[in-house]
């Protein structure tokens, strides 16, 4: 039977490469996109004309009825939901007392709460069929923090908090829950580091190099496979060895 995943923030950077890799893994793909709506449904159509199952479907994580509505077509179209992976996100790159109150609640009603609303969304599902497989990628800034990123970084410490307590309820349910907390990824997220600081952070990553969207993607896929059965409440970090 082919399985199917849910991958938020599938429109750009290491979602899309999420939905590719799982694509030509024989999964039935939904690509949850927020605004890019052109990119979003680019990809399906790329996908679904090479022969592999995908759909577009626009919900903010941040909205639970948005999320509730986008659960319920995919339901409609692929049934259950076997894995999901939590990736959109967001950053504000500002000094921490630059910082407004709108753009911290901003991130965290994204990157927390988009996880939480998603979560729960299918774990229903999940529980009743006994399995499930749940991915959130975090970041490396979760576990040391980085300076003017103060709200991301916590934002990103409460998504590894809560995966490994879910993991702990979830476990007897045969449902793993594990962390993908990346390091310096090529994507538009960092399109507004200058190319000096991009410099340095390829100077401090002992591969010497930035990394690429595939190349966290295809640790998510390793986590969403029948190889990590035995894995969850784990945080793991393509990261180059960088270490801030
Ligand atoms: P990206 O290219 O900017 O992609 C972010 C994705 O998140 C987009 O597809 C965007 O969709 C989606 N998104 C944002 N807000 C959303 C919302 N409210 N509802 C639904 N989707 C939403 O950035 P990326 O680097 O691939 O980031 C993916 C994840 O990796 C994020 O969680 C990020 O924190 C994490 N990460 C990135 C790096 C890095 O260096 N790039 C490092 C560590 C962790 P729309 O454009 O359709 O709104």
Known sequence: MKKTVLITGASHGIGKSCAILFAQHNYNVIINYNRSELEAKLLASELVDSGFN????????????????????SNKVFGSIHV?????GIAHQKLFTDISEYEWDEVFNTNVKGTFNCSQAVLKDMIKNHHGKIINVASIFGMVGASCEVAYS??????????????KEVGPSNITVNVVAPGI???RMNSNISPDVMEQLKYQTP????????????AILFLASQKANFITGQVISPNGGLVV
């Open 54 to 73: 995908a759909i577009a479907i626009r919900a903010n994580v941040a909205n639970r009825f948005e999320v509730d509505e986008m659960i319920q077509i």
């Open 84 to 88: 999901l992976v939590n990736n959109a």
């Open 154 to 167: 916590a934002s990103k410490a409460a998504i590894i908090g809560f995966s490994k307590a879910l993991a």
């Open 185 to 187: 990824i090529d994507t």
């Open 207 to 218: 591969l010497c190099r930035i990394g690429n969207p595939d190349e966290v993607a295809n």
